[in-house]
């Protein structure tokens, strides 16, 4: 599952998107209050706080201190902040605004969702205000731009014309990872296409393999191979390196030709396609399967829609941090009400006056982005343009940049179906490609993982599939958040991940009885996915089939197609 801004003008028609939905939001908020019990000791409080600092600040002048102690939050903590008094004023004023402000948010009185939508948007008001994110208040950027004689402030504006011309703020140095050269690097080819996919044989690391393969499935809002960044850290060399004869689906980035497609088009033409070519490749009735966020969604309604047919291909299924149960989608529950899915449907929906059209990749990136806006907006707004910093290589970031569109009517029926109606989690109440969904139909043993720190998909909204599945089940809670919980490779042996033989309705009732183990959750899954492998045989010598030759090396070209 990224994001942006109206920064000094980096974006604008990205930022105007965003600024449109926080404005949505506000409209929402009409009639809300503050207790006026709260708002008397908020105020108190607040003249309290604002003359300690004043007189604080007045000591030092007239002492003519060297430096105040090193604010503890690390916008302001750099040296320049402490010994400049009006500077260390400015940012502990600033910081006492926000903390008002946001407390101010917590005591409005109202409906939940418009309560968190107020929360929100203040949280995005005074991370923009921060003075660190403004070239006269920010002394580091000053002092750099006296000590280069301007030159950082010259390498500054040529980044911003750059990320102008890029329409995105910039998080790593793009310029050093090209995708199948430094990055999606695992050997394999590309053994079958269509319109909507191309899907990539990896070469076997083992001399022999399980005798059931396993198919990818990841996320179509993003690319395949944030699962294959590196060697040391790539799902799909480690699920290789296994012993499993590994298929991804890698997803077109659609363009205009693709505008009118829908999610049965994606269910159809995708997953179900996929397993039909996986089968035929192989030989194999039975693969195992796993799903990626969004990836996962499809793949267990594309596995719905072949069990209404009589069909049960998948001898296992994975979902690692999905959502099949929409009633927890956290922080973005904010973007999604009637009102803002009729929008959409009206103007890059399948009945659009205009005709249906694209959500472009950047305006998800921005959002996304915008979740985590001091990390993933401000951060870099204050590196790249006030102090003309170039942002370090960094693989994930470059991932992150790398963005992809998705057709208006396929993005429409999801938003509705899912996120506003919820309606997949309920036997009977969606029709996919001519089917009746029943998520209880899907017989395969299911592996499910969450991130306790995912904000995307919380890991109890990913817990929430266990009930809604009638097969054997497992769940397994990994630390960290979406992305890296999930690339936690065990020779790093970093972070813990919990188990529990129990299948609770209740997600914290699960998490009550877990036992917590360091390291990552991979050898966990292996360990499960092996029993679901079958016997070893001998190795492929060459991908594909008689049928289904190889077509080109991967990662492909659909992979490297920009948004």
């Not at 903590?77 to 004023?89: I, M």
């Not at 793009?174 to 430094?182: C, D, H, I, K």
């Not at 396993?214 to 179509?220: I, K, N, Q, T």
């Not at 001898?315 to 973005?332: A, H, P």
Request: glycine fraction near 8%.
């Amino acid at each position: 599952m990224t994001s942006k801004h109206s920064l000094p003008a980096a974006g604008g028609e990205q930022a105007a998107a965003f600024g449109a939905a926080v404005g949505d939001m506000l409209k929402s908020m009409v009639g809300l209050r503050v207790p006026q019990e709260t708002l008397t000791t908020l105020q108190g409080e607040y003249l309290t706080a604002a003359s300690d600092i004043w007189n604080e600040a007045l000591q030092r002048a007239s002492a003519e201190a060297a430096a105040g102690p090193p604010l503890a939050d690390r916008r302001f903590g750099a040296e320049e902040w402490a010994k400049n008094p009006a500077a260390a004023y400015t940012a502990q004023m600033y910081l006492l605004n926000a903390r008002m402000l946001q407390r101010l948010a917590e005591a409005v009185q109202g409906e939940d969702k418009a309560r968190a939508r107020v929360r929100f948007a203040v949280q995005q008001w005074v991370e923009a205000a921060s003075p660190s994110n403004f070239l006269a208040f920010n002394p580091e950027a000053l002092r750099k731009a006296l000590e280069t004689q301007g030159q950082s402030i010259a390498a500054g504006v040529r980044h911003l014309v750059e990320d102008l011309s890029k329409g995105h703020v910039s998080q790593t140095d793009e310029t050093l990872f090209e995708v199948g050269r430094n990055v999606a690097t695992t050997a394999g080819s590309v053994v079958f296409e269509n319109d909507l996919f191309q899907l990539i044989e990896y070469r076997p690391l083992t001399p022999k393999v399980h005798e059931r393969p396993m198919l990818f499935v990841p996320p179509c809002i993003n690319k395949f191979y944030i699962l294959d960044l590196q060697p040391e850290n790539s799902v799909i060399r480690y699920t290789v390196e296994q012993g499993h004869r590994t298929f991804v689906m890698s997803w077109r980035n659609p363009d205009a030709s693709m505008r009118q497609l829908g999610w049965d088009d994606y269910i159809e033409r995708g997953p179900i396609a996929a397993i039909r070519t996986v089968q035929a490749i192989t030989g194999s009735e039975r693969i195992n399967t796993l799903g990626f966020c969004v990836g996962g969604t499809i793949l267990a309604t594309a596995l719905a829609v072949l069990a209404a047919r009589g069909d049960e291909p998948a001898q296992s299924m994975t979902l690692l941090t999905t959502l099949l149960d929409f009633s927890d989608t956290g922080v973005l529950d904010l973007f999604v009400d009637e009102a803002g899915v009729q929008w959409r449907e009206m103007t890059i929906g399948a009945e659009a006056p205009s005709g249906p059209g694209l959500l472009k990749g950047q305006e998800l990136a921005t959002t996304f982005s915008f979740l985590r806006p001091n990390d993933l907006v401000w951060n870099y707004v204050v590196g790249n343009y006030l102090k003309g910093e170039t942002p370090p290589a960094f693989d994930l970031l470059y991932w992150n940049s790398d963005s992809t569109n998705l057709p208006g009517p396929m993005y429409c029926w999801y938003l509705r179906h899912m996120y506003l109606l919820n309606e997949l989690k309920q036997p009977g109440a969606l029709t996919v490609c001519g089917e009746k969904v029943d998520l209880g139909r899907i017989r395969a043993p299911v592996f499910v993982y969450g991130s306790r720190e995912d904000h995307i998909v919380p890991w109890a909204g990913a817990y929430a599939s266990i009930p809604l599945l009638k097969s054997p089940r497992t769940f397994v809670l990994g630390a960290s958040g979406h992305i890296a919980g999930v690339i936690n490779p065990p020779a790093k042996g970093k972070r813990c991940h919990w188990t529990n033989t129990a299948a609770p309705a209740d997600a914290d009732a699960w998490l009550a009885g877990a036992t917590e183990h360091a390291g990552s959750w991979w050898p966990v899954w292996t360990d499960w996915l092996k029993a679901h492998g079958g016997k070893l045989v001998a190795a492929p010598k060459t991908p594909g089939s008689r049928q289904y030759k190889a077509i080109e090396p991967a990662p492909g070209r659909y992979v490297k197609a920009k948004a």
